[in-house]
């Protein structure tokens, strides 16, 4: 049992150790860098920084949405803003599949941000850059770390509306389900747990995405001995065996808008809102490690954090020619 339980801890520490370099490796293609918009239009980044600073003030929620926004993008057809695009024509919009609907927010903070780079230098911001900025700001103004985020994305022509249903993970995915959906995009187990660990750090949840753990298929309550029964009470009494689907939780009831490790905390309490968090504790040792380590070390999680952004930032990027610079952030141009 002893060599056992040092050999995952060596694997964990492999895996930290090794992840900064399959970050550097995959951080920059052939276009993206941080200063690609330094000529063309430089003060980019200061623009969407103050918008994002103004909405998050405004409704501190905002910058979970942000955030949320920029993963649900880049987990379907890559980092491209094909998320942020309407029905019309051929294009059948991501923003009704199931993990969007009613649920994934932001798109007006998106269009304020994208109408005043059009007036600053039209023709030259992508609605995908501005989407990886916007989520890097939101992190930031809610306490958590700053990254360097390469640019020079460029915005899809078309949208995915099974991507969008099939890639995105669901609140009762299994483990494997989830590390799968993943693992397809390039991403590892510390990506998963890190990622994990930001998007629901702060943010909110619907009744409707955690019934099933507070009450049997008859509609009576039933222990889930993955979900603290003191906790599970309180749940039950804003998240009704039927209606209230909408009714809104804290993903982190601890600091809901301070981006940091409690989240971490709370699945070792198995205080864990969503099945898909507890499961990081339950289900797998390697990712069981990785969670009692970020709720140990703030500093650790911050700094992977950042790391996998930029990974996740990175997936199929839209460069050179491929797409456009969309002028509408809800619309291809012609």
Partial sequence: MAKSITNLSMLLMTLLVLAPFGFAIKTYGDYLYPQFYDRSCPRAQQIVYSIVSEAVAEEARTAASLLRLHFHDCLVKGCDASILLDSSGSIISEK????????????????????????????TVSCADIMALAARDSTVLAGGPSWEVPLGRRDSLGASLSGSNGNIPAPNNTFQTILTKFKLKGLDIVDLVALSG????????????????LYNQNGNSQPDFTLDGS?????????????GDQNLFFLDFVTPTKFDNSYFKNLLRFEGLLSSDQ????KNQVSYELVKTYATNNELFLE?????????????PLTGHRGEIRKNCRKINS
């Fill in 231 to 243: 906790y599970a009470s309180k749940l039950r009494a804003t998240c009704p065996r039927s209606g």
């Fill in 198 to 213: 930001s998007s629901h750090t702060i943010g909110n949840s619907r009744c409707v995405s955690f019934r099933q753990r």
């Fill in 279 to 282: 499961i990081l504790v339950t």
């Fill in 96 to 123: 009704g599949s199931n993990p969007n609907r009613n649920s994934v927010q932001g798109f007006k903070v998106i269009d304020e941000i994208k109408s005043a780079l059009e007036q600053e230098c039209p023709n």
């Fill in 304 to 316: 992977q954090f950042a790391k996998s952004m930029v990974k996740m930032g990175n997936i199929f």
